[in-house]
């Protein structure tokens, strides 16, 4: 019943910025965190941030200083502000809502994000 519908994601030049957003079609009980991954072909996916429900916010050696993730509770949306961008930042990202122990787990459907040099 809950779907997660990602925006945002496009192509863009190396130093540019992308915004992501991620909302969520109707309320998920007990949320721990929320993330953004992403994931390349033939690869594993990636945590890139998460923000756990009471605000504290964890970030990839690899983004750390560049993207910022935030929430919006009241609108169930979680947003992926990127920054500076690099051409290795690349990828199909996906958020991802999460309840305690994962009795509630959804994803989202994926948004390409393309960085040219």
């Known amino acids: 019943q809950v779907q997660l519908v990602e925006s945002g994601g496009g192509l863009v030049q190396a130093g540019g910025s992308l915004r992501l957003s991620c909302a969520a079609s109707g309320n998920i009980p007990s949320i721990k965190y929320m993330a953004w991954y992403r994931q390349d072909p033939g690869k594993e996916r990636e945590l890139v941030a998460r923000i756990m429900s009471g605000g504290s916010t964890n970030y990839a050696d690899s983004v750390r200083g560049r993207f910022t993730i935030s929430r919006d509770n009241a609108k169930n949306t979680v947003y992926l502000q990127m920054n500076s961008l690099k051409p290795e930042d690349t990828s199909v990202y996906y958020c991802?809502?999460?309840?305690?122990?994962?009795?509630?787990?959804?994803w989202g459907q994926g948004t390409q994000v393309t960085v040219s040099s």
């Open positions: 991802r809502f999460s309840s305690i122990g994962y009795v509630n787990d959804f």
